[in-house]
């Protein structure tokens, strides 16, 4: 007797087709008072060959630290200013990407 799979075994196929949520980069520097932060985004099978990787700033990312938050703009780039002492970002691209966090030296 044949038949369709079992439900279990239909999600597990169907959720293996669905893209995983992406890395983000994140780099951050002290500039006075201020963090300066830049977020990009990186997809694998970029070009031609399908070989090569495509890097590219995130708009639109949310960027907190010390209780100060702001929004990457179209060059993935946001400054903040933190209170004092802090020494770590977080970033929330959104459902597409993976939340990240960074250590300010």
């Known amino acids: 007797m044949t038949g369709p ?5 239909r999600c ?3 959720r293996d087709l669905l893209p995983r949520p992406t890395a983000l980069g994140v780099s951050a520097k002290r500039a006075g008072k201020n963090i300066a932060v830049e977020v990009t985004s990186a997809y694998d099978g ?3 060959a399908e070989q090569g990787v495509d890097r590219r700033p995130l708009r639109g990312a949310t960027v907190t630290a010390g209780g100060a938050t702001a929004t990457t703009n179209d060059h993935g780039r946001a400054v903040l200013r933190p ?3 802090t020494s ?3 970033v929330d691209g959104g459902a597409s990407f993976l939340p990240a966090r960074v250590d300010v030296y």
């Open 5 to 9: 799979k079992p439900l279990d075994e």
């Open 12 to 14: 597990t196929e169907i």
């Open 46 to 48: 970029a070009g031609a």
């Open 83 to 85: 209170r004092a002492g």
């Open 88 to 90: 770590t970002v977080s």
